[in-house]
């Protein structure tokens, strides 16, 4: 790649394809792979990475929101699209583009039948969601009798899946809850199968489903992070390409004599005569203010540059002191060895929440 003139994020298709096949080796053959690209596909690129893994084979998408199934449809994704979690505001949208709502609870059960009824609908694909111990959305077992008799004279709808969602898959010292998940949601497929004499699609396991529990795999899995590089794991990042790359320049350099102040709110005061670059990415770009103050750093020509003082809304001031570097520069805020989960490891959040944060302002880049 040519050197960063300004801040773009890179996003390589091939670290991909790896992640999606490191993933399949997993599963067995007739595991069906829902690919989750929710939020942007975690800042990536929602309709290039959709498009890609359309191309790859992978068998469902999914999303949160109405709005980003749409965007799909438009982008020309023509696999079904789950939405997560739809709002009734937004069922005479899902119906007419041919997206498939989770049903959660009472309220958008009722909901999304009087919208299918109304649009004349037969066997309209809708999935159950139950909840195992997450506590965040879903019905429960003792819920599927009521479910029954309200569905089983109605021909507007088909249960096309039932799921559920591991709340800590990722945390082995939390095995036993997501055993005890796993075994609830084997007592609501059993019960619903008996209940409505049939057998919709199960899927349980989210990335760290997928790599801690082979006996979640059940019909489909739902991955997001893995896809996108990372594995939740020492162990299991080693597996992994991120496939995304933050990159910058430095925009201007400053000497600051002992005593001077950087940045806002004089935050920074300087015990030593120093030099900072200023990098054209801040708050409004998705580094957030707690990587400020000396937590957050990044890599210019191979070195460790901390943040200096707050970060801004549109820049940040970083330290240089000791590094041969010269304005126009490359800039490196994430790539595949200073890591998204490394730099949002300083600031004690996880990968998700920084690379999901990565503003549209953000020039994206595609690798090929
Ligand atoms: C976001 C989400 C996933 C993907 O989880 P990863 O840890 O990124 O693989 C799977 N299932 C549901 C219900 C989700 O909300």
């Given at each position: 790649?040519?050197?960063?003139?300004?801040?773009?994020?890179?996003?390589?298709?091939?670290?991909?394809?790896?992640?999606?096949?490191?993933?399949?080796?997993?599963?067995?053959?007739?595991?069906?792979?829902?690919?989750?690209?929710?939020?942007?596909?975690?800042?990536?690129?929602?309709?290039?990475?959709?498009?890609?893994?359309?191309?790859?084979?992978?068998?469902?998408?999914?999303?949160?929101?109405?709005?980003?199934?749409?965007?799909?449809?438009?982008?020309?994704?023509?696999?079904?699209?789950?939405?997560?979690?739809?709002?009734?505001?937004?069922?005479?949208?899902i119906i007419e583009r041919c997206l498939e709502p989770s049903i959660y609870n009472w309220k958008v059960l009722n909901a999304f039948l009087e919208v299918a009824t109304a649009k004349n609908q037969k066997q309209y694909p809708i999935h159950l969601k139950f909840n195992t111990g997450l506590n965040r959305l879903g019905f429960d077992l003792e819920d599927i009798q009521t479910i029954h008799s309200k569905l089983q004279w109605?021909?507007?709808?088909?249960?096309?899946?039932?799921?559920?969602?591991?709340?800590?898959?990722?945390?082995?010292?939390?095995?036993?809850?997501?055993?005890?998940?796993?075994?609830?949601?084997?007592?609501?497929?059993?019960?619903?199968?008996?209940?409505?004499?049939?057998?919709?699609?199960?899927?349980?396991?989210?990335?760290?489903?997928?790599?801690?529990?082979?006996?979640?795999?059940?019909?489909?899995?739902?991955?997001?992070?893995?896809?996108?590089?990372?594995?939740?794991?020492?162990?299991?990042n080693k597996n992994f390409k991120p496939i995304a790359t933050l990159k910058s320049v430095i925009s201007q350099i400053h000497h600051i004599e002992k005593g001077e102040t950087v940045g806002y709110n004089r935050a920074f005061k300087s015990e030593e005569a120093i030099t900072t670059a200023t990098i054209p990415i801040g708050h409004a770009d998705g580094i957030g203010r707690q990587y400020g103050q000396g937590k957050?750093?990044?890599?210019?020509?191979?070195?460790?540059?901390?943040?200096?003082?707050?970060?801004?809304?549109?820049?940040?001031?970083?330290?240089?002191?000791?590094?041969?570097?010269?304005?126009?520069?490359?800039?490196?805020?994430f790539d595949t060895s200073h890591t998204a989960e490394h730099l949002a490891n300083t600031a004690n959040t996880i990968s998700y929440e920084l690379v999901t944060a990565i503003s549209q302002r953000v020039k994206r880049i595609i690798i090929k």
């Open positions: 790649m040519p050197k960063a003139q300004e801040t773009v994020l890179e996003i390589d298709l091939s670290a991909l394809k790896h992640n999606f096949e490191y993933l399949k080796s997993k599963l067995q053959k007739d595991t069906k792979f829902l690919a989750v690209v929710k939020a942007f596909a975690y800042g990536n690129d929602a309709d290039t990475i959709a498009l890609y893994l359309q191309d790859l084979g992978v068998d469902y998408f999914a999303v949160a929101y109405t709005g980003e199934g749409v965007a799909l449809r438009n982008a020309g994704i023509t696999k079904p699209i789950l939405v997560l979690h739809p709002l009734p505001t937004s069922f005479h949208t109605s021909e507007t709808i088909h249960i096309k899946s039932i799921f559920s969602h591991l709340a800590a898959s990722e945390d082995l010292s939390e095995k036993a809850f997501t055993e005890q998940q796993i075994q609830s949601f084997k007592n609501i497929t059993e019960t619903f199968e008996k209940v409505f004499d049939y057998k919709p699609l199960l899927h349980l396991s989210n990335t760290s489903g997928i790599l801690n529990y082979s006996d979640a795999h059940l019909d489909m899995v739902r991955s997001g992070i893995g896809l996108y590089g990372f594995g939740n794991s020492e162990k299991e957050g750093y990044v890599i210019i020509k191979s070195q460790k540059a901390p943040i200096v003082g707050n970060v801004c809304m549109d820049m940040i001031m970083v330290n240089i002191t000791g590094i041969v570097c010269e304005e126009g520069d490359e800039v490196i805020i």
